[in-house]
């Protein structure tokens, strides 16, 4: 039986209707070309509270073993997608965004501008993605093939 995945998305002119969320459907989009099952998709605001009880709220439900979140990692007084993960997570995972950072740097210098975390709640593992399209791509690239692998660990599975 495939993981389950959830994406999450935050963005302001997203949830107001002014942008369609080109990040969030890329990534649900990947995960299934990899074998996950998605559980859902949600846009939400740039709201640290907001996102942070999204979070709890999908992690906690069981629904999902991975939460995907995009947008909200950068340096705009309203991102705030890592704070809400780190509100919402028991154990943070910082080896996942360094490796998306290193592999993004390869690409351009700019990767060292994310701000994204990673962390752990319940059975869930939560990882943010940059708002971008070519980011999501080149960030979830990075990792997507060792996911399963750290559900599988999370879990208590084994090796």
């Not at 959830?6 to 890329?26: H, I, K, Q």
């Not at 995960?31 to 846009?43: K, M, N, Q, T, V």
């Not at 690409?107 to 940059?130: D, F, W």
Request: proline share 6%; aromatic share 6%.
């Amino acid at each position: 039986m495939p993981y389950k995945a959830f994406v999450l998305t935050s963005s302001d002119s997203g949830f107001a209707g002014e942008r369609e969320d080109l990040s969030g459907p890329l990534a649900m989009e990947m995960l299934r070309g990899a074998g996950w099952e998605i559980a859902g998709y949600a846009l939400l605001p740039d709201d640290r509270a907001l996102l942070a009880d999204k979070l709890r709220e999908v992690c906690d439900s069981g629904e999902a073993e991975l939460l995907i979140t995009t947008g909200g990692t950068g340096f705009s007084k309203r991102d705030c997608m890592p704070e809400a993960t780190a509100d919402a997570a028991e154990r943070m995972v910082p080896g996942i965004p360094e490796a998306m950072r290193w592999y993004s740097l390869q690409i351009t210098p700019r990767a060292m501008l994310s701000r994204a975390a990673a962390g752990i709640r319940g059975n869930t593992l939560i990882v943010n993605l940059p708002g971008s399209p070519k980011a999501v791509r080149e960030n979830l690239s990075a990792i997507l093939d060792t996911l399963e692998h750290a559900v599988h660990m999370m879990q208590g599975r084994g090796h």
